[in-house]
């Protein structure tokens, strides 16, 4: 999509429609889902809480320029006793990545971006927020380090 954004901000032509914008919310949406789900079965097994009740506002600026309407996103917190972890969604349209999730822990705060391309399988890859370096590939097992 940042091809898209490019391309507004020069003025070219862009193929950017309502339906395009109401699709890309929903594959975000069942990207978090799904990811949220690997995450969440792995706290389980490894004894952690989990709670996946929590929602943030989705209104990004593509969706109010096509008139899509907000919409809630998935939150995900775990807690092991000794620390915390809690997963809020950032922004869909991101230059560079195709979404970015904040990670928020007890050792720090990360960033979860998605280095797919659109319509490809999620390549989820998490950067330390306060160091400007090559990202690490993401699993769930990672959490037990970063809380």
Do not use: C
């Not at 006793?81 to 809690?86: D, F, I, K, N, P």
């Not at 991101?94 to 391309?117: C, H, M, P």
């Amino acid at each position: 999509m940042s091809d898209d954004l490019d391309a507004m901000e020069d003025g070219r032509e862009t193929t950017v429609t309502k339906e395009l914008v109401e699709k890309r919310v929903r594959d975000w949406k069942d990207r978090l889902h799904d990811l949220f789900r690997d995450v969440s079965t792995w706290a389980e097994k490894n004894g952690w809480r989990v709670d996946d009740h929590g929602k943030v506002s989705m209104h990004e600026e593509l969706m109010q320029k096509y008139d899509v309407p907000a919409t809630d996103q998935p939150t995900l917190r775990l807690d092991d006793g000794r620390g915390y972890a809690l997963f809020k969604p950032k922004a869909l349209w991101v230059i560079g990545a195709n979404g970015r999730i904040d990670l928020y822990t007890s050792k720090g705060t990360f960033i979860i971006v998605d280095l797919a391309e659109r319509g490809d399988a999620p390549q989820w890859t998490i950067f330390r927020a306060s160091q400007k370096r090559e990202g690490d590939a993401f699993s769930p097992e990672m959490i037990a380090d970063l809380v």
